[in-house]
């Protein structure tokens, strides 16, 4: 089955720095990858995903690029705010599988003002 | 209502007790998961439904775990003697998807079960 490895745990960065979190797949048919925010003690909710046959998306402050070759994508959060503090999870899937979506460990990241 | 919702947010039971969650997902939504998530971990896969079919529950950690969604709509999640390792927030979501497609989940705020 699919294993999604996600770094790094934690990450502090201060107001307006840019923030990167990266994730690796093990399934290389994986060609939907999403990313979900969660706030504490709330439902994750989906910030932007990406699918397989592009390398590169952008929405506003945040970017996800994905490697396929590699099998690695990563989250780029530019101009961070106090607001964006977080645990941010990576999931992989593939269209067959229902969309049952393997999730990476999470990465609490803390914006410092 | 316009979200998934999840009731009841907080369980607690003792140690052998059995539990029922429910899971109330978005109108229309075909498709439906349970997702186990410990303190500090990133969601497990625990089941899946489409309407009223469930695809697969490979997920379910024993035989004390049992979730049903018989008119392919509302789900739950029954837990028989509960143990200790089973204290996690169980995750349930919906989405529009079904097999051969992939989207978004909507997930529910959570059951939150401890058990002593």
């Known amino acids: 089955g699919e294993n999604v490895e996600q770094h790094p745990s934690t990450l502090s960065v201060q107001e307006g720095d840019s923030a990167v979190i990266k994730c690796t797949y093990s399934d290389s048919a994986s060609n939907y990858f999403p990313w979900y925010k969660q706030e504490l003690g709330k439902r994750p909710q989906l910030i932007i995903d990406i699918r397989s046959n592009v390398g590169e998306k952008k929405d506003q402050r945040i970017a996800v690029t994905l490697n396929k070759t590699a099998k690695h994508f990563s989250l780029h959060i530019t101009e961070t705010q106090p607001e964006d503090s977080a645990v941010y999870f990576c999931?992989?899937?593939?269209?067959?599988?229902?969309?049952?979506?393997?999730f990476g460990g999470g990465t609490r990241l803390m914006v410092k003002p | 209502g316009a979200g998934v919702s999840q009731s009841p947010r907080y369980k607690v039971a003792k140690r052998g007790q059995d539990v029922a969650l429910r899971c109330d997902p978005i109108?229309?939504?075909?498709?439906l998961f349970w997702y186990q998530q410990a303190l500090g971990q990133g969601p497990e896969f625990l089941t899946y439904?489409?309407?009223?079919?469930?695809?697969?529950k490979s997920g379910l950690p024993s035989d004390r775990f049992f979730a049903e969604r018989p008119e392919g709509s509302v789900s739950t999640l029954k837990i028989q003697r509960t143990q200790q390792e089973d204290s996690a927030v169980y995750l349930c979501a919906s989405s529009l998807a079904t097999s051969g497609n992939t989207g978004e989940l909507f997930f529910g705020e959570g059951s939150r079960l401890t058990v002593l």
């Open positions: 439904f489409q309407n009223e079919a469930q695809l697969d």
């Open positions: 999931a992989a899937t593939y269209n067959n599988a229902g969309n049952m979506l393997t």
């Open positions: 109108s229309g939504h075909v498709s």
